[in-house]
Every structure is written in C-alpha cells, then in structure tokens.
C-alpha cells in the first residue's frame, strides 16, 4: 500500500476518484436535477473542438474546462450569491474532471492530445508499459 506513495501518476488518479466521488455525493445529497446532470456532464469536452483549429489551441481550450480552477470560482460565486444552479453546474463540471483523472485523462501537452500530465493516453504496439511523461520520467 505505501508503494502507492511513490506513483504520482497514481496518486493522482485516486484524488481524481476522490473528487468525481466527493462532489457526486454533495450533488445527490443537495437534491440537483438528474435531468441536468446528465444534459451537461459531457460540455467540458466540447474543448477538444479547439484541436480542430492546432493542438497548441486545442491543449489550451482543453486545459482551461479541465483544471480545476474554472468550477473553483464558479463553485465560490454560488456560495458567496446563494445561486443553487451555479453550485449544481460548479459539481458537474467537478464530477466530469474527477472522472476523467480517474480513468487516466489528465491535462494536454501541445505536443499532441495523447500527452498527458498523467502519461500517455493509450499505448503504441510494443511501446513499454512504464513510459508515462515526456521528459522519460
């Protein structure tokens, strides 16, 4: 179990579980629409559109609905107005990163969508399992 202490790439992935998981219980828990959740859980993704236009922009598109950051502040507006519909969109949007660490999808490098702060997304045949970032590490 301590082994698990030294994968970042691990580590992250669990905390990626813990927050998809964290903010899916608040989300039941305050009683949010279902019909909402699933008609906006997927809108973070429409930032891949931006590779259409080069992968830096896509990378950047990508990194900006996938950081934590955005859902942060609008998470902060609904608590600071009383705006139950932020908090509910702040918690999706919170879910769909969770998830999305969880299974291994991290942050964009420019230098192609398979790039990853959490590794490669997917391997070429007879690449080595090991492989995660780009500085070989």
């Given at each position: 179990m301590l082994s698990v202490f030294e994968k970042p790439?691990?580590?992250?992935r669990l905390e990626g579980g813990a927050v998809f998981?964290?903010?899916l219980a608040v989300y039941w828990q305050q009683s949010f629409s279902w019909p909402l959740f699933w008609s906006t859980i997927l809108i973070p993704d429409l930032a891949m559109l931006g590779y259409l236009v080069n992968a830096q922009f896509g990378?950047?598109?990508?990194?900006?609905?996938h950081s934590k950051l955005l859902p942060g502040l609008l998470g902060?507006?609904?608590i600071s107005t009383?705006?139950?519909?932020?908090?509910?969109l702040a918690l999706i949007w919170f879910v769909h990163i969770g998830i999305d660490r969880l299974l291994g999808y991290g942050l964009k490098y420019a230098d192609g969508f398979k790039l990853t702060h959490l590794g490669i997304i997917g391997r070429e045949e007879g690449e080595p399992r090991g492989r995660y970032l780009?500085?070989?590490k």
């Open positions: 790439n691990v580590l992250l998981a964290l903010a990378a950047r598109a990508y990194n900006l609905t902060i507006f609904a009383g705006n139950a519909l932020c908090m509910a780009p500085c070989g």
